[in-house]
């Protein structure tokens, strides 16, 4: 099968769903690959060494439609070929509209849903061939923060039965009450009392639940955290208190992070890089300042423009 220059201009253009299934897939797969290479390289390539985790040609789909005997004849491309990197110690900021894919690259990074093809690298290690077992000692150094704080926390446990679940896991050797002691300086150091260690979470307000997910986030030392969307579930007054916490630790662990929100003054604020994605893509990668202020793609535009900021 040959495609003229229009053809391609046209798949260019044309939402990635909408490619039906045929036996010119794989052709069809390749010349996508080609037109999006440059942006995809530019990601990868632009950031200086050092990087704790290294992105290659990442995908997810799920499946969309099943046919009458199980087989799956339509997928969800929510990740399709996304390669970037991210240095030590560094945000990148991801945003995308609702469905672009952020959340699914996120999970993917610390393997919660497993990619179709691609690699993770995390120090040296491709996370994607990893077998559950052999990831899990690994998950003390990759961790999440949720957006829904009022979700995420068990509501049938206390604090120090929540922030101790990690560490019985991963600091075994840990006693009753050198766990109550490190409870209570992780509850420390993001703002909350020691006393607080035997309450529920019904008995906080959503911001201070966000500062307990973060503080479970916390409890193991971790190297790397996705940040999904952690303030967005909050009232305005108490996101930018949240913001600067995130902010504030990460210097004092070096901590790196997947920053992903919607607020582009929240992504400009705490992203020392921003990729922004459509339909599993990345479409633009560069400085904040630019991306945000000076946007090169007409998505990118449309994206910031339809989007409420808020000071932080
Ligand atoms: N477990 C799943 N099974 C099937 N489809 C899924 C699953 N998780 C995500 N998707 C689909 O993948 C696409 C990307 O979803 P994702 O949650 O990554 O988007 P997002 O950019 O994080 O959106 P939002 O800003 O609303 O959180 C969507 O079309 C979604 O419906
Ligand atoms: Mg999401």
Redesign the pocket.
Known sequence: MTLWGSQVRTLYRAPFESIKFSTDFSLLEFIFRLIFSEVVQTAANSLDKGNLISIRDLR?W???KKSFSGKVVSW?R??DGVSFDIPAGKTIGLV????????????AILQL?RPRSGTVNYNGTDLCKLTHSQIKPLRRDLQIIF?DPYNSLNPRLTIFQILSEPLEIHFSKLNHSQRLDRCAELLREVGLQPEHLHRFPHEFSGGQRQRIGIARALAVQPKFIVC??PVSALDVSVQARIVNLLKDIQQKYHLTYLF?A?DMAVVEHMSDQVIV?NS?KIVEFGDPEQVIHNPQEEYTRTLISSIPTLPV
Do not use: C, M, N, Y
Request: glycine residues 18%; negative net charge.
């Open positions: 997810v799920f499946p969309a969800i929510a990740v995308g509209e609702s469905g672009s894919g952020k959340s699914t690259i996120g999970k849903v957006q999904d969307e992903i919607h994605l599993g």
